[in-house]
T-cell receptor, first 116, second 116 residues
Framework: AQSVAQPEDQVNVAEGNPLTVKCTYS??????LFWYVQYPNRGLQFLLK??????LVKGSYGFEAEFNKSQTSFHLKKPSALVSDSALYFC??????????????FGSGTQLTVLP | EPEVTQTPSHQVTQMGQEVILRCVPI?????FYWYRQILGQKVEFLVS????????KSEIFDDQFSVERPDGSNFTLKIRSTKLEDSAMYFC??????????????FGPGTRLLVL
């Protein structure tokens, strides 16, 4: 069974500092990994994904994430945080099998607060 | 930029009543999904729909639930007889037809359902 863990419910960082939001996954086989962001009263916005290729993927708003197969991690990073980055961040995994299953399994979410 | 839209944004209903949640996926997308998020819990997959039929469903998606694409633009989720535990935010998502981009699911803003 596939699962995703976001070990931190809350991450606080000062504006201008680098930020990291952690995600680890458990899946047999090759995963597709995603990050979504949710602002208050809004839906889930796609940030970036890892499908194959370069382990470092770049996404929207200056975010990037590194796929680490040996550590089964896909941490979200940004070199310099903005107050406007404050939101709820979700990691998600899709297990790639011979079938056509497309469902995403989500982590519990991490509330990022960037302090001015 | 095209977006997934959902109506209504909020719905309050009495236990045992039927509700229909509506979604307009992004034009030319082929795959459609419903997810839900009970307050304080993870986003959970309900069902995926492709080529006018259900392609996957979770254990949550029992006989009380049904989905339909009644015309070329709408995608609906019906709950026949609502229970208190159906209270949640319901998200619709769609993914593109373009090869390689099929993996990215784009989410709507959600419908908050409250069952009294």
């Amino acid at each position: 069974a596939q699962s995703v863990a976001q070990p931190e419910d809350q991450v606080n960082v000062a504006e201008g500092n680098p930020l990291t939001v952690k995600c680890t996954y458990s899946v047999s086989g090759n995963p597709y990994l995603f990050w979504y962001v949710q602002y208050p009263n809004r839906g889930l916005q796609f940030l970036l994904k890892y499908i194959t290729g370069d382990n470092l993927v770049k996404g929207s708003y200056g975010f990037e994430a590194e796929f680490n197969k040996s550590q089964t991690s896909f941490h979200l990073k940004k070199p310099s945080a903005l107050v406007s980055d404050s939101a709820l961040y979700f990691c998600a995994v899709r297990y790639i099998s011979s079938g056509s299953a497309r469902q995403l399994t989500f982590g519990s979410g991490t509330q990022l607060t960037v302090l001015p | 930029e095209p977006e997934v839209t959902q109506t209504p944004s909020h719905q309050v209903t009495q236990m045992g009543q039927e509700v229909i949640l509506r979604c307009v996926p992004i034009s030319n997308h082929l795959y459609f999904y419903w997810y839900r998020q009970i307050l304080g819990q993870k986003v959970e997959f309900l069902v995926s729909f492709y080529n006018n039929e259900i392609s996957e469903k979770s254990e949550i998606f029992d006989d009380q639930f049904s989905v339909e694409r009644p015309d070329g633009s709408n995608f609906t989720l019906k709950i026949r007889s609502t229970k208190l535990e159906d209270s949640a935010m319901y998200f619709c998502a769609s993914s593109p037809r373009t090869s390689g981009e099929q993996e990215t699911q784009y989410f709507g803003p959600g419908t908050r359902l409250l069952v009294l």
